[in-house]
């Protein structure tokens, strides 16, 4: 549920409590999926070059882009200012299992190896429990495969999503059990020579990316945080 607020119509005494409210678009896990899908795909995957900032709209603040660096592990790469603020920290150079709480972390490891080697579509409900000035929340976070220059699935386009407040201090997320996970493997991929489907496992050691659009570095309007290779 979208949780929404005018702060002109708080008193003074209530702005202050108003401005950890986690500002919530409910239909941006589909509406970022669709963009996806609408992207030029390679064997039935988009390119990292092909994703453009200005048309992600809305749904930039919420999103982020993770790179393969080892088996399990992904490194936030680009992500929105929403991201920073749920957090509370600096998200770039982190790997994407730092948000998460120690329990869920194996878990999740497996659901983003999953969504590169398949690969997956891969839509997670998450929750953070309650704690001393912490409410609990509740949303999901979709991982959608993007392919490299060199045509390997080694990016990850993804969005996290909550409703409810922050609270004090950054928060972490646990894999919800309440909800069913959603993993699906992109239909269509066709047979490569050898006969051997186009499921490409890329190296743990990627590439530099010096392909980072410019798009992205030249509009600060857009406020994304860019890791340099």
Known sequence: MSLTF????????DVAQAQDVIMTNPTALDELEAYWKSLPRKLG????????PVAMGRQLEDSFIVERVAPGVARIRVAGR????????????LPLTAIMLPASRAAISNFIETAFTTPSVVELPLESPRAVGQPALHGKILLLPLRD??????????????????????????????????????????????GRPDRVRPSPRVAS?????????????LRLVVSNP
Not at 82 to 88: A, C, E, F, S, V
């Open 6 to 13: 005018d702060p002109y119509k708080l008193g003074n005494k």
């Open 45 to 52: 995957v988009p390119s990292r070059a092909d994703v453009d």
């Open 82 to 93: 929403n991201i920073g603020k749920l957090i509370g920290m600096e998200p770039r150079g």
């Open 149 to 194: 220059d060199h045509g390997q699935v080694t990016r990850l386009l993804g969005v996290l999503v909550m409703s409810g407040r922050r609270g004090m201090g950054g928060r972490r997320f646990g894999v919800s059990d309440k909800v069913a996970s959603r993993v699906e493997p992109i239909a269509g991929l066709t047979a490569v020579q050898g």
């Open 209 to 221: 990316d010096l392909s980072e659009p410019q798009k992205a570095k030249d509009t600060p309007a």
